[in-house]
């Protein structure tokens, strides 16, 4: 089994792409050991000393650490990933909730419905998939007063470009397709 390491923008987090599908549905942030009960392999990355944070995208995972140089941490990351694919074990625990994650309550007035709905699609045609490329994951959380409301995750979640990102990229190209979009910002 080969896998693959990619870089992301933030330093803390690689990305790690198995070669094969790792969540089918949704995604999966775990931000620490207490939520990686979900997942054998995200409880066996855990215990891996200066692991942060493991994100499950459709087909990678990214992995985060504390502090101090992924040479260090790289290999163990591999071969807890290796090992877990290898097993056969399951992605997710029986006792999982197999269900999206919620990030709570969308809020938006229901005269905005419809700019709602063309926010919505613009961020799952344009801009998930790039923000997926980067080992993360981005969702609509609200619309209020012309400010647009966004959930970053996995590398996206603490990166130190991520607030270029949602201000430059998103920002812009949700300002050029709604004109109701004044800004954007993060929850």
Known sequence: MFIQTEATPNPATLKFLPGRPVMRLGTLDIREADGAKKSPLAEALFALEGVSGVFFGSDFISVTRQQGDWQDIKPAVLGAIMEHYLSGAPLLTDEADLQPQNDGEEFYAEADAHTVATIKQLIESHVRPAVAKD?????FRGFREGT??????GSCSGCPSSSATLRHGVQNLLKHYVP???SVEQI
């Not at 080992?135 to 969702?139: A, F, L, N, P, S």
């Not at 647009?148 to 995750?153: D, G, Q």
């Open 135 to 139: 080992g993360g994951d981005i969702k």
């Open 148 to 153: 647009v409301y966004l959930a970053m995750k």
């Open 180 to 182: 109701e979009v004044v």
